[in-house]
């Protein structure tokens, strides 16, 4: 019998054992046999043996490749499971992706690069059909604020220009080893064209950050050098209003004065 693995900080590593946990996020997934899906860090392979065993074949970005034995180990080496010995944050899915189809993505996502690699993940929004990941707490409470709430920031705002967030249920430290000192969270991520005009997205995000980067200046304040107060008005918004005040249609509109001057 092989020896466990250890858990490598540097990869960021909590492995999910709870068999509770795994079936409900398996049945939040509902995978489906000819679904194109690629599960992000299947590690030991929790995960994996129930999704493979329900879709008959998959893919797999893992990185630490001394992880990729003890998976190959609790599929029982099935030829239906392709591993891609890769970091998730250089891969390119769009490429991925089947052609006139689209990929579905899974995972308990390494936390250290969580924010990173979903923005990375947004590049190929039109060939991505739903994402469903495991991450921190706190990052999912963030994902999914609404205006006003503490929680509400630069993430939720850029989020919401690009898809549809809905955290599903929280997950506690027990259902890992090594168990992490934070609650956890799945969240679903649906790919879609924002609810509102966005003139230009760079330049949206480059706002977003702006108004964010303090958040206890107002907005006038906050977009020094990218906006006057004058044009924040023409937006409808009061200029001495803070950034988490504001929807993202709110940007919006913003972003439309900017992109005029």
Do not use: C, W
């Not at 970005?61 to 591993?83: C, K, M, N, S």
């Not at 992706?97 to 039109?126: E, V, W």
């Not at 924002?194 to 006038?220: C, G, M, N, W, Y």
């Not at 977009?223 to 008005?233: N, V």
């Amino acid at each position: 019998m092989s020896e466990p693995h250890a858990a490598k900080k540097r990869f960021g590593q909590n492995f999910l054992h709870d068999g509770g946990v795994i079936e409900r996020i398996v049945r939040s997934i509902n995978p489906q046999p000819g679904d194109a899906l690629i599960e992000i860090g299947p590690g030991l392979g929790a995960l994996t043996v129930p999704l493979l065993r329900r879709l008959g074949r998959m893919r797999a970005v893992e990185l630490d490749r001394d992880v990729i034995p003890h998976l190959r180990a609790a599929t029982g080496d099935d030829p239906g499971l392709e591993i891609i010995m890769a970091d998730a944050l250089k891969v390119d899915y769009g490429a991925l992706a089947p052609a006139g189809g689209k990929l579905r993505l899974a995972g308990n996502l390494p936390y250290n690069i969580s924010t990173p690699l979903l923005f990375h993940l947004l590049r190929y929004a039109d060939r991505i059909a739903d994402m469903h990941f495991m991450l921190q707490k706190e990052v999912v409470d963030r994902m999914a604020a609404a205006p006003g709430e503490d929680d509400y920031g630069r993430l939720t705002v850029a989020l919401a220009a690009r898809a549809q967030v809905s955290k599903l249920f929280t997950v506690g430290p027990g259902a890992f080893r090594p168990a992490p000192k934070v609650d956890s969270a799945i969240v679903r991520l649906v790919p879609r064209p924002p609810p509102f005009e966005i003139a230009d997205l760079t330049l949206f995000d480059r706002i977003v950050t702006a108004a964010f980067s303090q958040r206890r200046k107002t907005l006038a304040n906050g977009l020094k050098g990218l906006m006057t107060a004058q044009q924040i008005g023409e937006a409808g918004i009061e200029p001495g209003v803070r950034a988490e005040r504001l929807s993202a249609a709110d940007f919006a509109r913003l972003t439309a004065v900017a992109a005029r001057a």
